[in-house]
């Protein structure tokens, strides 16, 4: 059975942990690139043997950077499209 996507995978006592696939739903990006952001340091995760998992915590300070690169790649894809007209 599937877990809807906002119910983290493991519940800890530090609080809550998700997967980076979890991560992506949640701010609407690729996997990738929360591997990406995690691999370069602009978002910290725990590794547990090979599995990666961030705190929800991690997520919430995250989340003004991640609008941000959002509104980014709007504003990027509308020169984009501007430009071609």
């Given at each position: 059975?599937?877990?809807p996507h906002d119910t983290p995978t493991v519940p800890s006592v530090v609080?809550?942990?998700y997967t980076t696939m979890e991560v992506a739903r949640m701010l609407r990006v690729s996997q990738r690139t929360v591997q990406d952001w995690i691999r370069n340091g602009e978002l910290?995760?725990?590794r547990y043997g090979r599995q990666i998992r961030v705190h929800q915590a991690d997520i919430?300070?995250?989340g003004v950077t991640a609008q941000?690169?959002?509104q980014g790649n709007l504003l990027?894809?509308?020169a984009d499209n501007h430009s071609a007209s």
């Open positions: 059975m599937d877990q609080g809550s942990l910290t995760a725990v919430e300070a995250f941000a690169y959002q990027s894809c509308k």
